[in-house]
């Protein structure tokens, strides 16, 4: 069940989003929307450009979400990412916030109940994210910031059917 409510400081982590420096990855082959890929010489597929997808563990903005929801452990940062059908490896339920001036890129989520569309900027939205979810297009400037909990080594990757 997906359950939404105010972010606490959306202005604040907008600002912080739109200064950040995006290191970006080559490695989200499993949610990278029509994005071409190559094979790397060690053998892995990847992609040809990166996608602005960042994992962060420290900085202002894990201080920022951790000062409002302290049981956080890692935070996914991302800058104009249209994922596809996939499932996360989260430890219990995320939380995603969507920040930016854009329209559409709500997120899709398969709930048990039936497909949920999560679209409201400047809330947090807690979900199951090992239940398949995508996002829907969109146009403009967004962002996303996924909050979540690392599961314990060897824990099953996702509930039900999904994409891969």
């Not at 995603?96 to 400047?122: S, T, Y």
């Not at 979900?127 to 909990?149: C, K, L, M, Q």
Request: aromatic share 8%; proline share 5%; charged share 30%.
């Amino acid at each position: 069940m997906v359950v939404s409510f105010p972010c606490e400081e959306p202005d604040y982590l907008l600002e912080l989003m739109r200064k950040r420096k995006f290191q970006g990855t080559k490695l989200r082959t499993n949610v990278a929307r029509g994005q071409p890929t190559e094979k790397h010489p060690s053998g892995r597929v990847m992609l040809k450009e990166a996608v602005l997808s960042d994992v962060v563990k420290n900085g202002r903005i894990m201080n920022c979400v951790r000062k409002h929801h302290p049981w956080v452990e890692q935070l996914t940062l991302n800058k104009n990412l249209a994922c596809t059908r996939h499932c996360d490896r989260n430890e219990g339920n995320s939380l995603i916030c969507f920040l930016g001036d854009f329209e559409g890129g709500g997120l899709f989520v398969e709930e048990p109940e039936g497909v949920q569309h999560l679209a409201e900027k400047g809330v947090w939205y807690e979900y199951n994210g090992r239940h398949p979810h995508w996002t829907e297009d969109f146009v403009g400037e967004r962002f996303s910031i996924v909050a979540y909990r690392k599961p314990p080594k060897g824990c099953l990757r996702c509930i039900g059917r999904h994409g891969r």
